[in-house]
Each structure stands twice: as C-alpha cells, then as structure tokens.
T-cell receptor, first 116, second 120 residues
C-alpha cells in the first residue's frame, strides 16, 4: 500500500495566486514527521517545510504553509503569491517513528507550472 | 557552508557494464543516504549510513549494488553489472546525527544535485 499519495500529477497556477498541493499519508505509528521538498529541473531536492505529528499548529515558512489535518491523514502544501520560480516538482515525504535520522518515504510528486 | 557534492553529474553506460558514483556530504554530517529516483517517481532509499556503519540497506539490490563509506565521510555507490532498469537519478543526502547539534529538532536531510544514469 502507498504510504504517501499525491493525486495531482500536474498543476497550473497563475502568477501571484495561491495554490494547494495535496498529500495524504498512511501510517500506524503515532510519531511521524511530514516534509515537503521542491525539485527544480536542476535535480536537487530543496527542503521547504516540516510538520510533526504532535505539533499543535500548522507549520509556516515564508510563503509556504502546511494544512495539516491529522484525522484525515492529509498534509497539503499551500504556496501563497506564486512566482515563476516556483515552477518545479514538489514531493511530500514522511519519516515514521521518533528516530529523527530515519529514512524518508516519498510520494510520486506533483509538477507545478506557474503561468505569467 | 558547502552543500552535498556528487559526481559525476551524468553517466551513460551499456548494460552489463559497471559504474560508480561518489558523494561528499556536508561537513560534520554523520548520516548519509543514497536514494534512487526513477523517472516519474519519488526517491526511494537504497542505503543509509551513520558514520561508516550501515543503518538500513533493506532496499538495496545486493546482487548488483554495493556501497561503502570509508572513514565515515565520503561514500561510493557501485552498480555491477548494470541493467536497463537501473536508469535513474541517484541522489545522495546527509543529515546530522539526531540530538547532536541539529539546528532544528526535525533534522532535515540535505540533498546533492544527483547523478543521472542512463543504461543502454
């Protein structure tokens, strides 16, 4: 079974508008962390934002925010005021357990295209 | 601060040949990961080291893949012999050991630019 599901293979957004990228996850471990990474065409994975399973508030990092709905097991990424440089692949990932050195399990990714 | 370095950036080989990739993690990062990213998919962990010991190699095809991290710094990933299905981007990542000076409690992984392997 897929542990991380990203159902949107591709998304388009107009420059300066907000966009939501969906991510659902599956785990029976009460302790886990959720990550979002951006992968531009250059190939490097760039860390964007983190949400811990015990965090009471939704994470925010600049223009990025995470809409964390624990009961629904969803961790959607919201990008506000989209910029042309936001065009890239976006991956949701999960680290299970309390070991902060554990591996990341990635979803299939969503390709975001920002239109001028 | 220098990031994770990888070489080569691109490699094209014939099937049944061998190939090696090199990774130099961020200075001071004790944990090193090798991920395989097949086109259209998310990365998948192949092997994880902490210092020079293997933590997780459960998804490494050990009949053809091998990896080492001598002296707990640089790492090399080798494929011998290569198959067509090994065509992918090989990403190296590093992180601090949890609880030992991590800048943030969640200890994110930092990725290199990857090596794109094409097997013909």
């Amino acid at each position: 079974a897929q542990k991380i599901t990203q159902t949107q293979p591709g998304m388009f957004v107009q420059e300066k508008e907000a966009v939501t990228l969906d991510c659902t996850y599956d785990t029976s471990d009460p302790s886990y962390g959720l990550f979002w990474y951006k992968q531009p065409s250059s190939g490097e994975m760039i860390f964007l934002i983190y949400q811990g399973s015990y965090d009471q508030q939704n994470a925010t990092e600049g223009r990025y925010s995470l809409n964390f709905q624990k009961a629904r097991k969803s961790a959607n990424l919201v990008i506000s005021a989209s910029q042309l440089g936001d065009s890239a692949m976006y991956f949701c990932a999960m680290r299970e357990g309390s070991n902060q050195g554990g591996k990341l399990i990635f979803g299939q990714g969503t390709e975001l295209s920002v239109k001028p | 601060e220098a990031g994770v370095a990888q070489s080569p950036r691109y490699k094209i080989i014939e099937k049944r040949q061998s190939v090696a990739f090199w990774c130099n993690p961020i200075s001071g990062h004790a944990t090193l990961y090798w991920y395989q990213q097949i086109l259209g998919q998310g990365p998948k962990l192949l092997i994880q080291f902490q210092n020079n010991g293997v933590v997780d190699d459960s998804q490494l095809p050990k009949d053809r893949f091998s990896a080492e991290r001598l002296k707990g710094v640089d790492s090399t990933l080798k494929i011998q012999p290569a198959k067509l299905e090994d065509s992918a981007v090989y990403l190296c990542a590093s992180s601090l050991v949890p609880g030992q000076g991590a800048q943030r409690s969640y200890n994110e992984q930092f990725f290199g630019p990857g090596t794109r392997l094409t097997v013909l």
